[in-house]
Structure formats: structure tokens, C-alpha cells
């Protein structure tokens, strides 16, 4: 039998029994050794400065600090969230073209920052939701009531719910980290009747996870979402249709220095060319895919998820016409490399399609969100992977007859299950709300034109039609000379909006420099105009992805759990052997009046 892995406190994996992945006190509020005051400075005037289009020019002027300066892993996450706000503001800019370069005055610090808290230096779910948060009463609950952010981008109420909610979601979902450690040593020990405690603790937890996720309809508009939001989120890989089809450069900060070894590399044999493309950077944007809760609870329960569109099937009974087997243009084929350079030498290549995490998550995507997490939550799941236990026993209990379970064992298939459906349901909300705040919205286009896509999208499109009849044009270079594309006056505010699109290299930009030295790269990306696949700001073809995980969950519960009733919060939840249905409970009959109209409406 293969030793059992140990795993070590929670709060070695800087996790709080309490508040989970949120740290146990708010994050600061400001930085207080004053060498740091123009960071603060820019902090607190970044959106009115974006809204002047004044944003780039004020960073300009900003000195290179030294970030080694910061004392406390508290000072580094609030110095990392200055950076997120600031860097991302600065390359999208608002009405402005895409910056192809962030100078060195945030690009260093950020890096070297990010790489003390094992993070990239790209927006990502930490800066905006663990570490992004106020209460409004210092000594009341981290929940919706008391929750305000301490940053946006675009300064709107949406943004800062679209924040919050998962903020709550993180602080109600905490229980579950604890309850999950404490049911491996059950399993471990036997102990079945504390197991189903704790699995009916995790369970619960996860019905108010749903009921937080539930609430991001109430005060974040889905369009302003869409339009107003979700660009700035957005990071630089797979992101050719917005002018970076390498990624972006980061001044200053170069691949020639290695973590292992501490040194930088000899740069004398390289070209001007190529020492340029080591400066560039891909990550993926902002997401709650990088949430270490949701990606815990998977290892748990041992819920496995796949390629999408690359899924076995699980037996004939499950077996459905769906998505498995297609190919649904899945971006994410192997983890990527952060610079582009590295894909020109195999031996990286090699190196990157070795998948570190292939216990229970053989989709690329998902693995790739760990490289976005804080370093110590994503070892905590490094860990839970090895010790988790939970779904080998059960499947051990499901080898036996239903009716050789004993009563005890038959709980904690129930119990198992219990937790597997409100993760189901989790997720069938969440393509919900993803149908509508981005499927939706990307089909409908902008109400006004300076959402830019539509517009511009028909004008380009028309444009395009002249130029290729008329091959002098250079507007635009494609390196790959197969066909010209003009970008006319193509609004780069929010390419990553476009339903379909077309790489375009700004002509005179060192994208175009790169992109003729070096034809092999960047525009291998070229997405088919065709394909219509709204993608998500990780690059996934959003749909299929999200399904396919929804239904990952639902396959794994164990088929013949007893069928019995349960009641939970009003809910009666009905459990057989194929299906658990919700059934909400009627209301009560409440006086009709206009007020209750106009609430329910
Ligand atoms: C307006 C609200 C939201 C939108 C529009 C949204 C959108 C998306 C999209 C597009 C993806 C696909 C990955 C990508 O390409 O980025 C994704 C994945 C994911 N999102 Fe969200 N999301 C929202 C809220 C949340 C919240 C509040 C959570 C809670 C933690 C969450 C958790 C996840 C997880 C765990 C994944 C990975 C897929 C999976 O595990 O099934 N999302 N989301």
C-alpha cells in the first residue's frame, strides 16, 4: 500500500480555518513607509485619469521603486494589487489603442512582486477578490451586507459586486478547507460517523456558495459587464485579435535570468530580434477559474475533468450525444509558455507539455489557472492530491450491493453525493450567468458605438473586402502573406469582445517587427473567422468548457445512494438513483399588494 501522504496545517498553506483562502484580516489599506506614496498616489487617481486619457503619460513620469523595500507578505499583496490596477489600466487603456509595451517602471516591480507571492504579474483571482476588500464595519461578517472593494477599474457598483460576490463566495465557502482535511483523516481512520459531519459541513457550505453566486444578477448589469468590465481583465495570451499576438513586453525584465540557477544567461549569440521576443510575456487574464476553493473541492470529491471535447465516456447508461470527441477549437491543446521564445525550442516545449497535474485534472485549462494562484494554495492542492482518499472509498462502497451497505456507509454515500450536487448545481448557475453576461452580450454588440465592435466590425469588414482585391494596401502586415486584413480604424479598446476575429498587427508596432522575423509564431493563432466561439478571458471556448465541467461533476456521483428525502433550507432535495432534483418548496401565500408585485417582478 502506498504510503499516506501527510499533509500540513492549514495555516502553513497560509489558509485560514475561519475565513479560508481570504486572509484572516482585511487586506491593508495603504502602504505606510511613504517611499511608496506615488504608488498610492497613482492608486487613488487611476480612474479619473483613465477617463482623461491621461492614464499613460502620468505613469511615465513615475520613478522605478524598489519593491525588495516592501516588509510584510501583507505590504506585498496590497503593492501587487496597486500594480494590477494600474498595469492593466495602462495597457487597455479607455478609448485608446492597445499599449504592446509596459515600462519598466511597473513591469519590474510587479514581476519581482508577483514572484514573492509565486504568482505572474497579470491581473488575476487573488489581486481582485482575496485581496481587494473593505468591511464597512470592522467587526461585522465578511458577507454581501458589509462588503466594500478597495479598487475597479472602470469605478462602477457593478464592478465592485462582480468582485464581492466571490468574495463571499470564498468567505462562506471557508468551512469546507478545514472539514475537507479533517475527512481524509476520517476515511484514513474509519470513522464514518464523523465523516458524514463533515461532509454535511461541506455540503452545506456549498448551498451558500449558491446562494452568494446566485446574487451577482442583483447589482452587476450584465452588459456593463461585458463592455465596461471584463476588458480589463483581460491578459495577453491568445490575444492576437488586440494587437498582442506575442504577448506583451515587459521593459526591463527579461527571460534571460533564471529562478534555478540565479543567474542571467549569455545574450552575445542572440539577435536584436530575438532578444526582443525574450521580453515579451503571455499570461491569461483575470478569472474565477483561478479560485483555489472551487479547484479544492474538485480533488476532494475527486471529480475529474478532461480536454474539453476529449471526454471518455463514463458508462453506456451516462452515455450522451454531447460534445465528447468534437473538436470544439479548445486553445488550451498544452500548457503554454509564458514567453513565446521558449515555444521555438523544443526542449521547453517538451518541458511545458509535461502536465503537473494529472491526478484528477487532465484539462489543460484548469491546470494552466493553478499557475495563477498564490504559491501556497496551489501547493495546499498539489497536496490534497496526493492525501485525498474520499473518492476511492466511495467507489469501494459502490463495488458492494446496495443493500450490504450498512447504515453508516449508505450516509456517507449520501452524504457524498449531497456535496456532488450542490457543486452541480454550482456550476449550472454559473453557465447561467456566463449565457448571459457574456454569450448574450457579445451576440448583441454594444448599444453605443463607442463599445466600437459592431461598428467598426462592418466597416472593417467592408474594408477588408476592397483590400483583398487590392494587394498593395499595408495597412497591415500578415506575416504569413496568405491574405491582407486591414484594421481601418478598428477600436482595439475591446477586441477581446469580438465574436470572431482576425489577428491585426498594427503596421510600424514591434509586434509586426517580431511577427516577420519570426512568421512561425503568433499567427499560428489565427482563429477561423468562422467558428463564432465566444471565448472566455483564459482563451477557453467558453461553452463547451463550462458544460463539459458541469456535467464532469454530475457523472461522479455514485449511482445507487439511497433514495430518500432530505430538507435543507426550505428545499427539499430528492435523491434516486440517476438523478437529485431540487425541489423548491411552494411559498407561502403572501398578501398581494403592489409592493410584493413590483419585488417580484
Ligand atoms: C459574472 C460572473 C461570471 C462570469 C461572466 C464568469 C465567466 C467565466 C468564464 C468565461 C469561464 C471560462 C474560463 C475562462 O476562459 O475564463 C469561467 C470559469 C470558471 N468560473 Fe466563472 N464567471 C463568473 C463568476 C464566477 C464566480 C463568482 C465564480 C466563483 C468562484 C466562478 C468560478 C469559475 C470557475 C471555478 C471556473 C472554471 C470552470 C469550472 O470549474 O467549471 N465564476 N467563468
Known sequence: ?????????????????????????????????????????????????????????????????????????QEYRRAFLILCMLSHSYVWGKLEKTSETLPANLAVPWTGIANYLGLSPVVCHASVVLWNYRLLDPDGPIDLSNLNTLATYSGSLDESWFYLVTTAIESVGAPCLSAMVKSINHVREGDHRALVTELRT???AMEGMNNALQRMFEKCDPYVFYWKIRPYLAGWENMAEAGLPFGLIYEGVDSFWSAETDEYADMSHLSEGERLLRQYRRYAGGSAAQSSLIAALDVFLGVEHYPTGKRPQVSQQQQKPDSRDQDVNDRYKQLPTPNPADELNNKMK???????????????????????????????????????????FMLQLEQHQKEKLSTEEAMVLDAYNDCLTQLKVFR???????????????????????????????????????????????????????AKITTADHNVLYPQTALETSPGIRKGSLSAMVSTMFPELGLAKHVDPKTGVVRGTGGTNVLPFLKQSRDETADTRIGFASTSTSHRNGKSVKKSNETTTIVEKPAPERPRSWRNWFTSK
Not at 485534472?361 to 493553478?370: G, I, K, S
Not at 494562484?373 to 495546499?380: G, V, Y
Request: overall charge neutral.
Open 428 to 482: 449550472d448557475k454559473h453557465v447561467q450567468i456566463v449565457t448571459l453576461y457574456i454569450v448574450n452580450q457579445a451576440r448583441k454588440g454594444p448599444n453605443i458605438a463607442h463599445g466600437g465592435f459592431a461598428i467598426e466590425k462592418k466597416k472593417q469588414q467592408q474594408e477588408q473586402e476592397t483590400t483583398t482585391q487590392d494587394d498593395d494596401s499595408d495597412d497591415v502586415i500578415h506575416p504569413t502573406k496568405k
Open 202 to 204: 461541506i455540503s452545506t
Open 350 to 392: 517538451e518541458k511545458s507539455e509535461r502536465p503537473p497535474f494529472v491526478r484528477t485534472n487532465r484539462n489543460t485549462f484548469l491546470r494552466a489557472m493553478r499557475m495563477y494562484m498564490p504559491r501556497q494554495h496551489r501547493e495546499f492542492l498539489e497536496d490534497l492530491e496526493l492525501a485525498a482518499n474520499l473518492r476511492s
Open 1 to 73: 500500500m502506498p504510503a499516506m501522504h501527510q499533509m500540513r496545517s492549514l495555516e502553513e498553506y497560509d489558509i485560514s480555518p475561519t475565513t479560508g483562502f481570504l486572509p484572516p484580516e482585511p487586506p491593508l489599506r495603504k502602504l505606510s513607509d511613504n517611499y511608496f506614496d506615488c504608488w498610492e498616489e497613482m492608486f487613488s487617481d487611476f480612474n479619473g485619469l483613465l477617463l482623461a486619457g491621461k492614464l499613460r503619460q502620468a505613469i511615465h513620469k513615475m520613478p522605478l521603486l524598489d519593491h525588495t523595500r516592501l516588509k510584510t507578505v
